[in-house]
């Protein structure tokens, strides 16, 4: 009679249990929004695949910024969305960089991604750094072009962007931008 009492105790903990597990993440708000509702226009967002890898086992970057303004220069409302180091060898990956809104009546902007000073790589005979700090990714954008998908996807040519300088590889974005 013990044994049945304790196990109908411990059946009745484990769902109070988890009915406050339930009653918490209620209470838990969701994932914030990246923009303000009020905040008015149209949202986009910008990712980054590697393209035409040349052999490499792996390259890694990561991004430390990026800005969208309009063609006179004035700054659009950005969020930096990955933190984390991106491997631009996996050909399945377009990595979600950060989103950012337009407002009504901008036709065209420009889209900067600055990464963190370096990445690494790694191929078959060798590994070592990729030095990102050369250039930014640049590029200028229709709206019209963003709007029929939602996004930019950039397309870094490996091939061509890393650059061998000793052991080390220099980043000269060549890229094309897909919508």
Same mark, same amino acid.
Do not use: W
């Given at each position: 009679?013990?044994?049945?009492m304790?196990s109908?105790m411990?059946?009745?903990?484990l769902?109070?249990a988890?009915c406050?597990e339930?009653?918490?993440t209620?209470?838990?708000?969701?994932?914030?929004?990246?923009?303000?509702?009020?905040l008015e226009?149209?949202?986009f967002e910008?990712r980054?695949?590697?393209v035409n890898n040349?052999?490499?086992?792996?390259?890694l970057?990561?991004?430390?910024?990026?800005?969208?303004t309009?063609?006179e220069?004035?700054s @659009?409302p950005? #969020?930096?969305k990955s933190?984390?180091?991106m $491997? !631009?060898?996996?050909?399945e990956?377009a990595?979600?960089?950060? +989103?950012?809104?337009?407002?009504?009546?901008?036709d065209?902007?420009?889209?900067e991604?600055?990464?963190d000073d370096f990445?690494?790589y790694?191929?078959a005979?060798?590994?070592?750094?990729?030095?990102t700090r050369?250039?930014?990714?640049?590029?200028?954008?229709?709206v019209?072009? @963003?709007?029929? #998908?939602?996004?930019?996807?950039?397309?870094? $040519? !490996?091939g061509?962007?890393l650059?061998?300088q000793g052991?080390s +590889?220099?980043?000269l974005?060549?890229?094309?931008?897909?919508?």
């Amino acid at each position: 009679m013990k044994k049945l009492m304790l196990s109908a105790m411990g059946a009745v903990a484990l769902v109070l249990a988890s009915c406050g597990e339930a009653g918490r993440t209620q209470e838990t708000p969701g994932q914030r929004p990246d923009f303000p509702e009020e905040l008015e226009g149209q949202r986009f967002e910008l990712r980054l695949k590697g393209v035409n890898n040349p052999g490499y086992a792996s390259a890694l970057v990561q991004v430390r910024s990026i800005s969208v303004t309009t063609m006179e220069g004035y700054s @659009l409302p950005t #969020r930096l969305k990955s933190r984390q180091s991106m $491997d !631009l060898t996996n050909p399945e990956q377009a990595y979600l960089v950060g +989103r950012f809104v337009v407002p009504e009546g901008v036709d065209r902007v420009k889209v900067e991604v600055e990464f963190d000073d370096f990445g690494g790589y790694e191929d078959a005979a060798s590994g070592g750094v990729i030095d990102t700090r050369v250039a930014p990714l640049r590029f200028e954008s229709p709206v019209a072009y @963003l709007a029929e #998908r939602g996004h930019a996807v950039v397309h870094l $040519d !490996l091939g061509q962007s890393l650059r061998a300088q000793g052991e080390s +590889r220099l980043l000269l974005p060549s890229l094309d931008v897909r919508y």
